[in-house]
């Protein structure tokens, strides 16, 4: 992470009298379960279901293995705030299972990248046996955080995300990693929370808060 990004992040989490490791290890436990109990419950909608409620098109989902969608947790639709022409290169940060990093892939086509990055490696596991099954092989998944990201400065045209914004503790430290990886004309394309009112201060404390 660059100095400033270590700082940020730092002092970001020692303001809410959280520890770095213990909040990312929390959050990382969550969504290893959503990886490898897709079935079990959450307090939060996955899967199929949550695709079509957030208007995913049924013909984005064509190949794409159903182990990568029972995985879906995302809380917007990147897609529908911007076509993904093809040749355009893609990062996805907190990609998961690979659902948009997957549907990414098609959109640009086989002479263009994505790159989907993560910090829970069975998400990532996941992303990588759906994306091979799917033949789709112009799409890379890297162990990473959204505050550090594994990518060359102005590599893509666009960065998507969706439902980690709300997960990181830093949000300008991640928006800025975000636009560092972007080239100048590039775009985000963002689906998360957005709250109306601010979030209570012993709220942001509670760390089973955050791994929803
Ligand atoms: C709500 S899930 C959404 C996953 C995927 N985008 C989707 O729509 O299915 C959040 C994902 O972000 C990842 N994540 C959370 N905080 C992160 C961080 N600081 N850096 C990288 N990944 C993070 C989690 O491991 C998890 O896979």
């Not at 490791?21 to 307090?43: D, M, Q, T, W």
């Not at 914004?165 to 394309?189: I, W």
Request: with cysteine; charged share 25%; proline share 5%.
């Amino acid at each position: 992470m660059s100095s400033q990004n270590s700082l940020d992040v730092a002092e970001s989490v020692a303001g809410l009298g959280l520890e770095l490791c213990e909040l990312r290890e929390a959050i990382s436990a969550e969504y290893k379960a959503v990886a490898n109990e897709p079935g079990k419950g959450f307090h939060f909608h996955t899967g199929r279901p949550l695709a079509r409620m957030l208007g995913y098109d049924d013909e984005w989902l064509k190949g794409i293995p159903e182990s990568s969608i029972e995985s879906f947790a995302g809380t917007g639709n990147p897609f529908r705030l911007g076509e993904i022409e093809p040749g355009e290169r893609v990062v996805d940060v907190g990609c998961g299972a690979g659902i948009d990093s997957l549907i990414a892939a098609k959109k640009v086509g086989p002479h263009s990248r994505v790159i989907g990055v993560d910090m829970t490696s069975a998400m990532l596991d996941k992303a990588q046996v759906a994306a091979t099954a799917a033949g789709l092989s112009n799409v890379a998944f890297r162990l990473g955080y959204a505050e550090e990201l594994p990518v060359d400065d102005g590599w893509a045209d666009v960065v998507i995300s969706n439902g980690v914004l709300n997960l990181t503790p830093d949000k300008t430290v991640t928006l800025r990693e975000m636009a560092r990886v972007l080239k100048p004309s590039g775009r985000l394309q963002i689906g998360d929370i957005l709250v109306q009112k601010a979030v209570p201060e012993d709220a942001k404390r509670k760390i089973g808060l955050w791994t929803g």
